[in-house]
C-alpha cells in the first residue's frame, strides 16, 4: 500500500515545488514507483518535468470537478517510474466551484484511495495557500512533509500551518501525521542561515531531515529545461542533495524509525 505525503507550506518561494518535483525524481530512479500530483493552479511541477500546462487533455482538475479517475489524468514522465497528475491555470477555478460540493474535503483521496497499492509513494504538491486544494491533500495524505526556506521568515506561519494541519487531524483525517521538515535555499556563508537551522532543529528535533539543500543556481536552472536536476546536471551539487534526501527519505519513513509529530504536539512545536 503506497503511503501519501503532501509537501505543503502557504508561503510562496521556500522550494516546496523544486523539492517535490526532485524527491519525486530520485526516489524513482531508485527503482520505486512513484505518481507526483500537482494540484498547484500555477502547475510548476509541470511544466517543471517537461510538459506543456497549455496542451494538456486532462488536469487534477478533472479528477476533482469532473470526477475523472486517477488513471485516466495520470501521464508519464521523462523517468520510467515516475507518472504525474498535472495541472495548468484552469485548477484556480475548482477552489470556488468545490465550495458547494458533497464531500468537498474528501474528492482526491476518493480518487488515490483505490490505486494506492499501484505506487510506491505518491507525493502531492501543493499549491501557497490554505484552501480546499490543500484542504484535499492534507485528507488523502498520510503525512505532511514541510519544505521551509533558511531564511528570517522562514517560521513566520508555520503556526498557522500546524493549526491547519491539526484541525484536518482532528475533524477529516485522524491518521495525518508530520513527516518531517526540509530545509531548503540555505546560503552557508550567512550566520542567518545557520540561526534559522538552529532555531528549526530546536523546535522540530529530528524530524527535521539531516541534509539542508543549499541555493544554487544549477537547482534553479533546471525547471526552465523540464527536467530535475539529477537529469539536468546529474554530478552538480545540487543532485547530489536531493539523490541524499531521497535516501533519507527511504530510510526514514518505510521503517517507520522515528515518530511523528501528531495534533497539539505539533503547535506545542513552535509555541
Known amino acids: 500500500m503506497g503511503q501519501v505525503f503532501s509537501l505543503c507550506n502557504q508561503k510562496g518561494g521556500v522550494g516546496k515545488t523544486t523539492t517535490a518535483v526532485n524527491l519525486a525524481s530520485c526516489l524513482a530512479q531508485?527503482?520505486?514507483?512513484?505518481?507526483?500530483?500537482?494540484?498547484?493552479?500555477q502547475g510548476n511541477a509541470t511544466s517543471g518535468l517537461g510538459l506543456d500546462k497549455n496542451s494538456l487533455e486532462k488536469t487534477a482538475y478533472d479528477i476533482l470537478i469532473h470526477k475523472n479517475s486517477i488513471s485516466q489524468v495520470t501521464v508519464n514522465t521523462c523517468l520510467t517510474d515516475l507518472f504525474l497528475i498535472p495541472a495548468n491555470p484552469h485548477l484556480a477555478g475548482?477552489?470556488?466551484?468545490?465550495i458547494h460540493a458533497e464531500n468537498r474535503e474528501f474528492l482526491l483521496?476518493?480518487?488515490?484511495?483505490?490505486?494506492?497499492?499501484?505506487?510506491?509513494?505518491v507525493l502531492i504538491d501543493c499549491?501557497?495557500?490554505?484552501?480546499?486544494?490543500?484542504?484535499?491533500?492534507?485528507v488523502a495524505s498520510d503525512r505532511m512533509l514541510i519544505p521551509?526556506?533558511?531564511?528570517?521568515?522562514?517560521?513566520?506561519?508555520?503556526?498557522?500551518?500546524?493549526?491547519?494541519?491539526?484541525?484536518?487531524?482532528?475533524?477529516?483525517?485522524?491518521?495525518?501525521?508530520?513527516?518531517?521538515?526540509?530545509?531548503?535555499?540555505?546560503?552557508?556563508?550567512?550566520n542567518l542561515t545557520q540561526q534559522v537551522i538552529e532555531d528549526v532543529r530546536n523546535h522540530f528535533h529530528d524530524r527535521?531531515?539531516?541534509?539542508?539543500?543549499?541555493?544554487?543556481?544549477?537547482?534553479s536552472e533546471a525547471p526552465s529545461f523540464g527536467k530535475p536536476i539529477t537529469l539536468y546536471d546529474p554530478?552538480?551539487?545540487?543532485?547530489?542533495?536531493?539523490?541524499?534526501?531521497?535516501?533519507?527519505?527511504l530510510a526514514r519513513f518505510p521503517m517507520l524509525r522515528i515518530p511523528s509529530l501528531r495534533g497539539s504536539e505539533a503547535t506545542e512545536a513552535i509555541s
Do not use: W
Request: charged residues 25%; glycine residues 6%.
Open 109 to 121: 483521496r476518493n480518487a488515490i484511495e483505490p490505486l494506492r497499492s499501484e505506487y510506491d509513494f
Open 30 to 41: 531508485k527503482n520505486k514507483k512513484i505518481l507526483l500530483i500537482d494540484i498547484d493552479p
Open 94 to 98: 475548482a477552489e470556488i466551484e468545490l
Open 148 to 190: 521551509l526556506q533558511c531564511e528570517y521568515y522562514a517560521l513566520e506561519g508555520l503556526g498557522q500551518l500546524l493549526n491547519t494541519f491539526q484541525l484536518v487531524h482532528e475533524k477529516l483525517n485522524p491518521s495525518l501525521e508530520i513527516g518531517g521538515v526540509i530545509l531548503t535555499m540555505a546560503d552557508f556563508r550567512t
Open 208 to 219: 527535521v531531515f539531516q541534509t539542508v539543500v543549499p541555493r544554487l543556481v544549477k537547482i
Open 127 to 138: 499549491p501557497p495557500s490554505l484552501g480546499l486544494l490543500t484542504l484535499n491533500a492534507l
Open 235 to 249: 554530478d552538480s551539487k545540487g543532485a547530489k542533495c536531493y539523490q541524499e534526501i531521497a535516501q533519507e527519505f
